[in-house]
Each structure stands twice: as structure tokens, then as C-alpha cells.
């Protein structure tokens, strides 16, 4: 396999981008490695958050814990179940996920509801969690990201533009070359390259906005929830977007239908529905000043 990388139009040329890196004999998949360090880094933050929203601080750490394994169980089942064809008859590859295969959306959900019942368990605000959780979640999301970028996945439809990332035939799964990339090969020093639009780049910028405004509303939010809700919006009006643009999509059996869209979508518009009745019907009050925690 060739480990190359290239961004021709942004003059990036990468010999040689591995997908793991052996120490003392074992294979450590760079993949993990992204997602374990986007787990420390939001684990840091939600530190951060749960001095402003929780009356005990600490509180939080059991919460995330059960939240973290929970989220990436979650996560693989939310995949595995939308690629059962490839799984089914495999135990060890169905709990394999060194070579990738964690949906953003399962984790979230199975997160979402370990949180709130442990929330319940531990006799804290289930809003005030949520809103300690998301920031420390959006930036788990950013690192993670780059994930995709070492296992040549989360791309999308041929591209010339700007961005344009070029990635060896031999790198990618076949399923996911679509015709326009065929006709659009490039040979370089023998190499067969197609040629992509890096979806996990503009999500990852999207997602460093959507954690701006998250961080923005931690000393500003209105009402309890408020910031979960605001993910919930920002980030699936983004992943609807860009998961019309992916040729690794999920789909619900034939249909066609990519599941993170119709999954963003609703989380959007189900998050601006219930943050208007918020705002209009209850009006509520900025948090004053004295019940926020230094």
C-alpha cells in the first residue's frame, strides 16, 4: 500500500502518512489514537464547564466516565447495525474498531442517555450536565476527526478546488470511488491517485465554530440546556450538509437515505422548534451573576 498524501493545490505533499505505528511488537491504529487523545482533551474542558453549572464539581467525573464507555459502545452499535451485511457472522469484527467504525451520532445518543441517568443516579440537574458535557464533546469531535484523515475516510465526491486531497487507489475502499473520480484519476510516479473533497477537514472547521459558540454561551447561557441545544442545532444543520456530500455513508437498507442526515436534520429542527417555545413561551432570565460558581 502507498502512504502518501497530497493537497496538490495547497502545495502539501505527505510521503508517507501511516495508518498505525508498532511499539514493542503491537500496532497502535493512529485512529485510536486520535480518539483517545480527543477524549483527554474533553474530559479537560468538561473539568472546565462543571465549575460553572455544578453546585459540586466533581460530581461530573463519575457522570463522564459512565458517559465515555457507554457513548462508544453506542457508537459501534449505531454503526455496526447500519453495516450489519459487512459484519454479520463476526463477533471479533464487530468489536474490532481499531480500523474505524465509530458513528458520531450513536455515541452522542447512547452519551446522551447515560448522562441523564446518571444525572438521576447522582441527584444532578440532567440540563446542567448536558451543558457541561457538549463543549468537552465538540472539541473530542475536532481531534477525532482527524481520525478519519489517517484511515483515508470521511471523504467525498471528486473535487478540484482549493482543498482537494489525493489519495491512492490502494488507500481507500473501493465501494466509496465514485465514476466521477474514476474519470478524474491521476497517475503520479506510478501511483494511481483519485482525487477528493476532505469532508472531515469542513467538519472539523464547523465543529471549531460550533465549540466558539458553545464556550461563548458558558457564562452567557439563558436557560438550563441551553448549550446542549445549541449543538444540537449547529451541529446537525452542519452534518446534514456535509453527509449529502459523502460517498461512506450510512443508509438505512436501500433506500438511499443517509441516516446522519435525516438524523441532523431532525436534531436541527427539533432543536430550533423547542428553542423558540423556550424563548417566547417562558421567557427566562439571564443565570445572575451570584449562581455562577467561579
Same mark, same amino acid.
Given at each position: 500500500?502507498?502512504?502518501?498524501?497530497?493537497?496538490?493545490?495547497?502545495?502539501?505533499?505527505?510521503?508517507?502518512?501511516?495508518?498505525?505505528?508498532? *511499539?514493542?511488537?503491537?500496532?497502535?491504529? @493512529?485512529?485510536?489514537?486520535?480518539?483517545? #487523545? &480527543?477524549?483527554? !482533551? =474533553?474530559? %479537560? /474542558? $468538561?473539568?472546565?464547564?462543571?465549575?460553572?453549572?455544578?453546585?459540586?464539581?466533581?460530581?461530573?467525573?463519575?457522570?463522564?466516565?459512565?458517559?465515555?464507555?457507554?457513548?462508544?459502545?453506542?457508537?459501534?452499535?449505531?454503526?455496526?447495525?447500519?453495516?450489519?451485511?459487512?459484519?454479520?457472522?463476526?463477533?471479533?469484527?464487530? *468489536?474490532?474498531?481499531?480500523?474505524?467504525? @465509530?458513528?458520531?451520532?450513536?455515541?452522542? #445518543? &447512547?452519551?446522551? !442517555? =447515560?448522562? %441523564? /441517568? $446518571?444525572?438521576?443516579?447522582?441527584?444532578?440537574?440532567?440540563?446542567?450536565?448536558?451543558?457541561?458535557?457538549?463543549?468537552?464533546?465538540?472539541?473530542?469531535?475536532?481531534?477525532?476527526?482527524?481520525?478519519?484523515?489517517?484511515?483515508?475516510?470521511?471523504?467525498?465526491?471528486?473535487?478540484?478546488?482549493?482543498?482537494?486531497?489525493?489519495?491512492?487507489?490502494?488507500?481507500?475502499?473501493?465501494?466509496?470511488?465514485?465514476?466521477?473520480?474514476?474519470?478524474? !484519476?491521476?497517475?503520479?510516479?506510478?501511483?494511481?491517485?483519485?482525487?477528493?473533497?476532505?469532508?472531515?477537514?469542513?467538519?472539523?472547521?464547523?465543529?471549531?465554530?460550533?465549540?466558539?459558540?458553545?464556550?461563548?454561551?458558558?457564562?452567557?447561557?439563558?436557560?438550563?440546556?441551553?448549550?446542549?441545544?445549541?449543538?444540537?442545532?449547529?451541529?446537525?444543520?452542519?452534518?446534514?450538509?456535509?453527509?449529502?456530500?459523502?460517498?461512506?455513508?450510512?443508509?438505512?437498507?436501500?433506500?438511499? !437515505?443517509?441516516?446522519?442526515?435525516?438524523?441532523?436534520?431532525?436534531?436541527?429542527?427539533?432543536?430550533?422548534?423547542?428553542?423558540?417555545?423556550?424563548?417566547?413561551?417562558?421567557?427566562?432570565?439571564?443565570?445572575?451573576?451570584?449562581?455562577?460558581?467561579?
Amino acid at each position: 500500500m502507498n502512504y502518501s498524501i497530497n493537497f496538490p493545490h495547497l502545495g502539501i505533499h505527505l510521503e508517507h502518512v501511516p495508518k498505525s505505528f508498532s *511499539i514493542f511488537g503491537f500496532d497502535i491504529a @493512529l485512529y485510536g489514537v486520535c480518539i483517545a #487523545i &480527543g477524549m483527554i !482533551l =474533553a474530559f %479537560v /474542558i $468538561m473539568d472546565k464547564t462543571s465549575k460553572v453549572f455544578l453546585a459540586k464539581p466533581d460530581d461530573y467525573f463519575d457522570v463522564a466516565i459512565v458517559t465515555v464507555i457507554v457513548g462508544i459502545i453506542g457508537a459501534r452499535v449505531y454503526y455496526v447495525a447500519f453495516e450489519w451485511e459487512h459484519y454479520k457472522g463476526s463477533f471479533l469484527s464487530i *468489536i474490532n474498531i481499531r480500523e474505524g467504525g @465509530l458513528a458520531i451520532y450513536g455515541g452522542v #445518543i &447512547g452519551g446522551v !442517555l =447515560a448522562a %441523564v /441517568i $446518571m444525572s438521576r443516579i447522582k441527584k444532578i440537574n440532567s440540563l446542567d450536565i448536558l451543558d457541561t458535557f457538549f463543549p468537552g464533546v465538540v472539541v473530542g469531535q475536532i481531534v477525532g476527526r482527524w481520525g478519519n484523515f489517517f484511515n483515508r475516510e470521511a471523504f467525498s465526491k471528486y473535487t478540484d478546488g482549493l482543498f482537494a486531497m489525493q489519495l491512492p487507489v490502494d488507500a481507500v475502499r473501493r465501494h466509496e470511488i465514485t465514476d466521477a473520480m474514476w474519470e478524474n !484519476l491521476q497517475t503520479i510516479d506510478g501511483i494511481d491517485y483519485i482525487q477528493v473533497t476532505p469532508n472531515f477537514l469542513y467538519e472539523g472547521m464547523w465543529n471549531v465554530l460550533v465549540f466558539i459558540v458553545l464556550i461563548v454561551l458558558v457564562k452567557r447561557r439563558i436557560f438550563k440546556g441551553q448549550i446542549a441545544l445549541t449543538y444540537a442545532v449547529m451541529y446537525g444543520a452542519g452534518r446534514f450538509y456535509l453527509e449529502g456530500l459523502r460517498t461512506d455513508q450510512l443508509q438505512i437498507g436501500n433506500t438511499g !437515505l443517509a441516516v446522519s442526515q435525516l438524523v441532523g436534520l431532525s436534531c436541527a429542527v427539533v432543536g430550533i422548534a423547542i428553542y423558540a417555545y423556550v424563548l417566547i413561551k417562558k421567557k427566562p432570565t439571564k443565570i445572575s451573576e451570584e449562581n455562577i460558581q467561579d
